[in-house]
């Protein structure tokens, strides 16, 4: 639900994309980015072994491609 209140997070997910996909926004859109690239095999593993999806994920992940030193 959306309201003045509370900020939104959205965070897409598609059916089977290539695990190799790289996620990123799109080129044209300027300023400092909030996530790094990353590749959807590197999301199924952050989520399938790590962590379970939930209002944080986004930033849990984050954090964890951080840690790990993979970008």
């Known amino acids: 639900m959306v309201n003045g209140e509370t ?3 959205t965070l897409a997910f598609f059916l089977c994309p290539k695990v190799d996909k790289v996620v990123k ?3 044209e859109l300027e ?3 909030a996530y790094p ?3 959807w095999s ?5 989520t399938m ?5 939930d209002m944080n994920t986004l930033e ?3 954090n964890w491609l ?3 030193g993979s970008f």
């Open 31 to 33: 300023g400092e980015r």
């Open 37 to 39: 690239d990353f590749t």
């Open 25 to 27: 926004p799109p080129s």
């Open 42 to 46: 590197m999301f199924l593993e952050f």
């Open 49 to 53: 072994k790590h962590y379970r999806a």
């Open 66 to 68: 951080k840690n790990k």
């Open 60 to 62: 849990e992940f984050t």
């Open 7 to 9: 900020t939104r997070k």
